[in-house]
């Protein structure tokens, strides 16, 4: 444990035990006294406590240090990450009305993999050749969910079926990622530092990417006029690309696209920026965190060319949810939609396809 590990366990020592314990995936403080921690997908409230607020500000304070960033009244939030790779977030008042909040999001040192998702029931068998279909017919894919709904996990997953021989160039705002291949180059977003210079954005990275004779890239999250410069070059030649957005349906990642477009700031016409995402997006894959914990890939959707300016999906796999009992378990199953347009390319080359009607 270097220095700076070190000295951060010391303000951190509290939640020592959940920082340590791998089936602990989130440490959610709301301020000194009230600990939550989500456990095998699970959220339970702790005992653990600080011993006063002032010592919570002093660990929020310290993490901030530790990244050669301030928080304080002028700067009162912080995304950061512990040394470990674990990604903090942290609030403190008058933004926040009960003490300092602090959201640890634990580093994994193992990502899922396809093989894992399918082992879990977060994906079928049938899902599972769809996405390899996907990924290998060069297809750009956005994964998209709510907050925590395991869209990071998907997208890595995605990323092991792309092949060994393609130069991937992964792009992130904070690392999550952990690719199989060998011929992977990882870069990562700086934020400005405490004076507000020399910060590179995931659009700078997105920009200056396309110089490196990528094959494909792999973007950790579009949160804003970034998703431009994407589709821009999902359109020019850059396919088989994929990222994560936030969003609460595979419609939604689309109009979701369309607003962080208009983010960059380029004027461009709604309807030729609405072009442009529906050309450049080739399939969604939608993720949900459900009522028991659980993560599943609740729908695979094509997106297909739009019909009077308006976006058009077909589903080709879902998941429906037939009861939730009372402790909130899920039961259900997974349900073929329509054929995929891309099913005569997928014969052409072998790829093996679900059997639909
Ligand atoms: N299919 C799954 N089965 C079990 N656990 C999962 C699954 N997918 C994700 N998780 C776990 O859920 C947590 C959130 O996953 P992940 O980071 O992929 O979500 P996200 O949607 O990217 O979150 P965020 O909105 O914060 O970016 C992680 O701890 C991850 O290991
Ligand atoms: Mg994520």
Not at 127 to 146: D, F, P
Not at 328 to 345: I, K, M, Y
Request: glycine share 6%.
């Amino acid at each position: 444990m270097n220095d700076n590990a070190s000295f951060l366990v010391l303000f951190l020592a509290p939640i020592k035990e959940y920082l340590a314990d791998d089936k602990v995936s989130e440490i959610l403080i709301n301020g000194p006294s009230q600990i939550y921690i989500e456990r095998s997908g699970k959220l339970e409230e702790t005992g653990a406590s600080f011993a006063s607020e002032a010592q919570l500000k002093a660990a929020a304070v310290n993490i901030a240090k530790s990244v050669d960033r301030q928080l304080d009244e002028m700067h009162p939030d912080l995304d950061a990450r512990l040394p470990d790779g674990s990604r903090v977030h942290a609030t403190i008042p008058p933004i926040s009305r009960c003490g300092t909040i602090l959201s640890i999001r634990k580093f994994k040192k193992e990502m899922l993999t396809m093989e894992k998702l399918e082992e879990y029931g977060s994906v079928p068998p049938d899902g599972v050749l769809l996405l390899n279909a996907i990924v290998k017919l060069r297809k750009n894919v956005i994964v998209s969910g709510g907050t925590s709904s395991g869209k990071t996990s998907v997208l890595n997953a995605l990323s092991g079926l792309i092949p060994a021989k393609d130069r991937i160039l992964v792009l992130e705002d904070a690392s999550e990622l952990q690719l199989q291949q060998k011929h992977c180059v990882y870069f990562e977003t700086r934020k400005p530092d405490k004076n507000g210079q020399g910060e590179f954005s995931i659009r700078d990275l997105v920009i200056a990417s396309l110089r490196l004779r990528p094959d494909r890239l792999v973007i950790g999250e579009i949160r804003g006029g970034e998703a431009l410069d994407l589709l821009q070059a999902m359109n020019t030649g850059h396919s088989g690309s994929m990222s994560t957005i936030h969003a609460n349906s595979p419609i939604d990642a689309l109009s979701r696209m369309e607003t962080c477009a208009l983010m960059s700031g380029v004027k461009l016409p709604l309807s030729a920026i609405r072009m442009q995402v529906a050309s450049a997006i080739n399939c969604i894959v939608h993720t949900m965190r459900l009522p028991d914990g659980s993560r599943k890939i609740v729908e695979i959707a094509e997106v297909l060319p739009l019909e009077n300016g308006e976006y058009r999906l077909r589903t080709l796999l879902e998941w429906k949810t037939e009861s939730v009992a009372p402790d909130g378990t899920v039961s259900g199953r997974f349900l073929l939609g329509e054929a995929p347009t891309f099913r005569d390319a997928a014969a052409l080359t072998h790829l093996e396809l679900p059997v639909y009607a």
